[in-house]
């Protein structure tokens, strides 16, 4: 369709925002909106935000505001081909938190800012679990979302491979989500990264492996070419995809990288029955080619001496097990150090991979607002080098912070007074684009 059917990027309509008190009475706040923000991230199991509102008829005449009430939230946003996309918390609202701040605007006004959660993290608060559980990893947080937190969001998993059989000992059904995060391996690929988090428009439970290997959702550019047609006329897909701001936030950590074993380490598995033990090396370097990443070369190189970086395991695990030929499925996994015994070599593995995404290269991005993007989605992001000189002719990119990143958190602003719907996302990377961008640092 015609670009002309959005007139603008970052537009969006609030399409129904109600406050449902602890008595029953529903207030509606469509009205009354300054401000909306909700967050979402791969470190978060749930979404969160904020909601700011002009109080001229004095909201707690209604019944008091206790941080205990439903938000019923529903924000449309219009897309290129005519159609709209939705922020839908109307049929299982947020949960009000806390009211943070009210301010005096004047003239008998105040703005109340109040902070709001997703059901289901209430619900975890006070849930517990205490029965035996049998499946594989991504079974069972399906059965904690939909059952034990009676959620009726949409919920992707990426299978997990073995089966296991768990005694869940009175703890929260997101605790046991998070034992699954730490143990399970997809069962394609043996991918041993997996995380729960929720965006607006379902709960998700995949590996970093998965989320590396999909296709861009959308291209961020840094460019000094301008949002408008040849013509004049407004040019949308250049506004949605301009980067208005961007920072810095990080870069590859060769110290940090070496203490945490992120470029090697030893897994010490001692059998307490037999008195024997193994060793597991992890190698960085060597293993770069067999597991899923965002860029064509590693972070790990020869040091000037031509020693490499990852040939000293800095870190050390040791592993107690009893090879008594006891079925260890049934082991408490609770009070496993992250892995279970299954799957001991994949443990380095993971902490290797998460600590390099920790310590990859970051940016901030600020950019026009859709609900298309997503946290754990993959966006192509293209910043000019800093060296160039910067005519649309001849404008080069930078040689890191450039090529496909994944979207680890995401701040959704609305303005109501501009109408404008805007983004902050953090994006991440773990590994470079070709050879040369490696020999600049």
């Known amino acids: 369709m015609a670009q002309k059917e959005l007139r603008s990027g970052g537009e969006f309509n609030i399409v129904q925002c109600d406050l449902v008190l602890t008595s029953g009475k529903v207030v509606g706040l469509k009205a009354s909106i300054m401000g909306i923000t909700i967050f979402e991230g791969l470190d978060s199991l ?23 009430e439903y938000l019923r939230l529903k924000i449309a946003t219009p897309n290129l081909s005519g159609g709209q996309n939705t922020i839908d918390f109307s049929s299982n609202p947020f949960v009000i938190t806390s009211v943070d701040d009210r301010v005096e605007l004047g003239n008998g006004v105040q703005a109340t ?53 768990i005694i869940a000992p009175n703890i929260k059904p997101f605790d046991i989500v998070r034992m699954s995060m730490k143990n399970a391996a997809s069962k394609e690929g043996n ?26 959702v959308m291209t961020y550019e840094k460019t000094i070419s301008g949002t408008r047609t040849q013509n004049g006329a407004r040019d949308i897909l250049a506004e949605l995809g301009a980067i208005e701001n961007y920072k810095v ?34 190698d960085y370097s060597k293993s770069f080619a067999d597991e899923k990443h965002l860029g064509k070369e590693p972070v790990a190189v020869n040091d000037p001496d031509g020693v490499s970086v990852s040939s000293f395991p800095a870190r050390q695990y040791l592993k107690p097990t009893v090879g008594t030929g006891i079925d260890e499925s049934y082991q ?30 970051q940016l901030n991005i600020d950019v026009v607002g859709t609900t298309l993007v997503k946290a754990g989605d993959i966006v192509t992001i293209k910043i000019p080098s800093v060296s160039a000189v910067k005519t649309p002719q001849n404008e ?12 680890r958190s995401l701040r959704h602003d609305f303005d109501i007074s501009n109408t404008k719907h805007r983004m902050s996302m953090n994006v991440t990377k773990d590994s470079f684009e070709p050879s040369k961008a490696r020999g600049s640092i």
């Open 249 to 282: 936030t990080g870069s590859p950590d060769t110290m940090f990288n070496y203490t945490k074993g992120i470029f090697s380490s030893e897994l010490i598995v001692h059998d307490i029955m037999s008195k024997s033990y193994q060793k597991h090396i992890y």
């Open 191 to 216: 991918h041993p990264t997996y995380l729960f988090w929720e965006t607006t428009s379902r709960f998700n439970f995949r590996t970093l492996g998965e989320m590396y290997s999909q296709t861009p």
């Open 46 to 68: 749930t979404v969160t935000g904020v909601i700011t509102i002009q109080d001229a008829f004095n909201l707690s005449s209604f019944g008091p505001i206790i941080g205990q």
């Open 396 to 407: 080069t990119l930078d040689m890191l912070y450039n090529g496909n990143f994944l979207i």
């Open 332 to 361: 408490d996994d609770f009070y496993q150090n992250s892995f279970n015994t299954n799957n001991l070599n994949l443990m380095q593995a993971r902490k290797s991979q998460f600590g390099m995404l920790q310590s990859g290269l």
């Open 113 to 165: 800012t109040m902070s709001f959660c997703s059901r289901e993290f209430m619900i975890n608060q006070r849930s517990t679990v205490r029965r035996n559980l049998v499946g594989s990893y991504s079974e069972i947080v399906r059965i904690m979302v939909e059952k034990d937190l009676d959620s009726g969001k949409e919920l992707y998993t990426e299978p997990s491979g073995e089966k296991k059989k």
